[in-house]
């Protein structure tokens, strides 16, 4: 048996697609019509519902070029603008009338590692000459910045009553004969993903010609259930065995579920009910920390039995009026961890620029610096690169420091464009300054600055 069938019978052209042919004819329509000043598209839904497949068919029908990137792929800003950026923007080396760029699993755009990514990625699409579609799993996870300048395409799970046709076309391509009540079960046991499916059909038929049932892989599509599952089942009415097999089943520890039933225990319209909710997770959250403290995990199932059982007791089937939303803690905790990336990486960087170590320019120079910028934001924004988030931190205005990184980006364009005759007289160098003797990128320049009197 020769290679994976998820990879040998992915579809080639746009019409070989399985299901999403909204989705798909939304792409074909803004090919056809792409110009460059285009929204790319950002393609999302869950694994395996065929949107990098319907990416690189696209490509295919229309014979452009693809240069891609994914998550394997180291994306900071250098290396996002080096690729992506310099393909963008330069002519197809094969000859092709388009180079189609592809930002595959574009919702893991995140952390230090890919600090500057987003950024980098705004201004690849500002600038592109050439069209660009984003791919992701979780269109909420998306940097909120790349978010406002893309498209949406939603592609949904693939029913199973399109998945089976596609399975008994592969079993008779490889010559293998197997039961219309196997593909059913296959097809069902994916959960909208074709491509664990596909898989599936592959794992199961390994060295056999005829497929049954009794022949299935084992370790179909994971069937266990997600939290958001459990937190719904605590508002309607279920029995007790059926919640704590549920909470067994999520894959997440006891600590975890209750931040997340702490979280929409606000959908219960009774002030009683929520009162009650919110006793028996106080009594979990000491098990917990009995736990954590002495090391002992059998209390975790104490826990758990009291957190579910218990608030679905308090909600008395009144059913889940909302939408089931992650702890908020959770918000707080990654937009501090974010926050920390940035200080640290601005801090390196103006230990470059001013040749002093990192620590000592927090501790001894930090409040002179915001002092010079909070003067003349403008020039330093120039002068120091600085983005929206690293003045910020200086300012404690976002809203101020979009709009002054704003300001400054329009007049660096308008400079371009203008006329040579047009741009101001140099100033001289610091060093040329009487008395001065210094580099203009050393601590002497560092409160040059600050307003004399």
């Not at 250098?78 to 690729?83: D, L």
């Not at 067994?248 to 579920?257: C, G, K, L, M, R």
């Not at 002497?444 to 600055?449: A, I, K, Q």
Request: hydrophobic share 40%; proline share 4%; aromatic share 6%.
């Amino acid at each position: 048996m020769d290679r994976d069938w998820a990879e040998k019978y992915r579809p080639g052209h746009l019409q070989d697609l399985v299901g999403n042919g909204p989705a798909v004819r939304q792409m074909y329509e803004w090919a056809r019509t792409w110009t460059p000043g285009t929204r790319p598209l950002v393609l999302y839904g869950k694994p395996g519902t065929g949107k990098t497949s319907a990416a690189h068919a696209l490509a295919n029908d229309l014979q452009w070029e693809v240069l891609e990137m994914n998550a394997s792929d180291q994306r900071t800003r250098a290396i996002i603008e080096r690729i992506a950026g310099a393909g963008s923007t330069t002519a197809s080396l094969s000859g092709a009338s388009r180079r189609l760029i592809i930002l595959d699993e574009a919702d893991n755009i995140h952390g230090t590692a890919d600090r500057g990514g987003a950024k980098a990625m705004i201004e690849v699409i500002r600038r592109s000459g050439q069209p660009i579609i984003l791919i992701a799993n979780d269109l909420y996870d998306l940097p909120k910045e790349l978010k406002t300048v893309c498209e949406p395409v939603l592609f949904r799970a693939v029913q199973a009553r399109s998945i089976v046709p596609r399975l008994r076309h592969i079993c008779t391509l490889e010559g293998i004969a197997c039961s219309d009540i196997a593909l059913r079960m296959i097809a069902e046991g994916a959960g909208g993903d074709l491509r664990a499916a596909v898989t599936t059909l592959y794992a199961s038929a390994i060295g056999k010609s005829r497929l049954d049932v009794e022949d299935l892989y084992t370790s179909r599509k994971d069937e266990r259930s997600t939290i958001f599952e459990l937190v719904a089942a605590l508002f309607k009415t279920r029995g007790d065995a059926e919640l704590m097999r549920m909470v067994q089943e999520v894959d997440a520890t006891p600590d975890t579920i209750e931040q997340w039933i702490e979280n929409n225990i606000t959908y219960l319209s009774d002030i009683h009910a929520i009162e009650s909710a919110c006793a028996y997770l106080s009594r979990a959250d000491e098990y917990i920390g009995y736990t954590f403290r002495r090391q002992y995990y059998t209390l975790w199932r104490y826990a758990s039995a009291l957190m579910v059982l218990g608030v679905s007791h308090a909600a008395a089937g009144s059913g889940l009026h909302g939408k089931i939303m992650p702890p908020s803690r959770w918000g707080k905790m990654r937009r501090s961890k974010r926050q920390k990336a940035i200080r640290i990486s601005l801090m390196n960087r103006l230990s470059h620029l001013t040749h002093i170590p990192p620590d000592q320019l927090r501790e001894d120079y930090l409040t002179a610096i915001a002092l010079l910028i909070e003067h003349d934001p403008e020039r330093f924004v120039t002068e120091w690169d600085l983005d929206a988030d690293d003045l910020n931190l200086f300012l404690n205005d976002r809203k101020r420091s979009a709009e002054i990184v704003r300001r400054v980006a329009g007049k660096m364009k308008n400079a371009l464009k203008a006329p040579e005759t047009l741009k101001a007289p140099e100033e001289k160098p610091v060093s040329q300054v009487k008395g001065r003797k210094s580099d203009p990128t050393t601590q002497s320049t560092l409160f040059g600055g600050y307003p004399h009197e």
